[in-house]
């Protein structure tokens, strides 16, 4: 399998502090399998994401290491290309989709302008590929749902309107940071599938998440954050059946105590 991500070394730190917020990480992650980054709230993980996609201002953090998409170097590439390429190969969900839309403007114009941004087409070509992809994602009543302001609709709706936009841009990797964190338990079950079927599609899936039920769900591999530095690596297999840190056994056993969790 080829590998899309290779992370070394990743260090980030606020400029003007000595206080480092991600410690030496290094990851990669192959086509087709998902990662999940496992850490209770403040261990790192979004900045880790943020800093994958290209979504930290250098002018407060100080980056280094080595992050490589399918063998390019991104730190210190080149704005122009380093949005061209995470915009297009990347995408992210993040985790209150509710922020995510614009709160005056309707869902298909907020997809029309999206789509003009990365690609060259028509309004009336950018709708009709809009629309294709909500009904890919087996959503009713797509074009009343183009029609719709934001607040008129789910979390969850709105989290997978997000997947479907996502996706269309075919990008190569999707981190989904938290994406199922702020909803009912019935669309959680519901987004979680859609992941599902994003990792069957052969794309990368980061999977973010502070709860080892979601990543026992969806993951093949699992590292462990605290405090910006990975403690913890392995399979999503070895890393639940024999965890060797005590805060793995520790995150592991609150997820146990909120649900059952089964591999
Ligand atoms: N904009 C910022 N400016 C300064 N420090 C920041 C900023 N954003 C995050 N941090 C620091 O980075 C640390 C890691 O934050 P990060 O968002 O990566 O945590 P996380 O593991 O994703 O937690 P959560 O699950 O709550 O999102 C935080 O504890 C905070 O100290």
Redesign the pocket.
């Known amino acids: 399998m080829t590998t899309l991500l290779e992370v070394r070394d990743l260090a980030i730190e ?1 400029r003007g502090t000595q206080q480092p ?1 991600v410690k030496h990480s290094s990851f990669s992650l192959k086509q087709g399998s998902t990662l999940a980054i496992v ?1 209770e ?8 994401c943020k800093a994958i996609m290209g979504l930290l201002n250098h002018k ?1 953090f100080n980056i280094s290491g080595s992050i490589r998409y399918l063998g390019t170097e991104l730190i210190g590439l080149e704005e122009r290309l380093l949005r061209s390429l995470c915009g297009s190969k990347m995408a992210m969900i993040v985790q209150n989709p509710m922020t995510a839309f614009d709160p005056a403007s309707k869902i298909g114009a907020q997809i029309i302008e999206t789509l003009q941004v990365h690609r060259k087409m028509t309004k009336a070509e950018a709708y009709a590929l809009g629309l294709a992809a909500l009904e890919k994602l087996n959503l009713s009543r797509c074009e009343q749902l183009m029609n719709s302001y934001p607040h008129t609709l789910s979390g969850g709706m709105l989290q997978r309107i997000i997947i479907a936009l996502s996706l269309i841009l075919e990008p190569e990797i999707i981190i989904a940071d ?1 994406a199922t964190t702020a909803l009912d338990v019935r669309n959680q079950g519901i987004v979680l599938d859609e992941l599902d079927s994003i990792k069957q599609s052969g794309i990368g899936l980061i999977l ?1 998440t ?1 709860d080892f039920g979601v990543a026992a769900r969806l993951a093949d591999e699992v590292i462990v ?1 605290k405090e910006g530095l990975i403690i913890e690596t392995g399979t999503i297999h070895e890393v639940f059946t024999s965890p060797r840190d005590t805060y793995t056994q520790e995150l592991l056993q609150a997820s146990l105590l909120k649900r059952e969790v089964k591999l």
Do not use: F
């Not at 709230?41 to 880790?48: A, P, Q, R």
């Open positions: 606020l917020i850490g709230s403040g261990s790192g993980k979004s900045m880790t407060m938290e973010v502070h954050m």
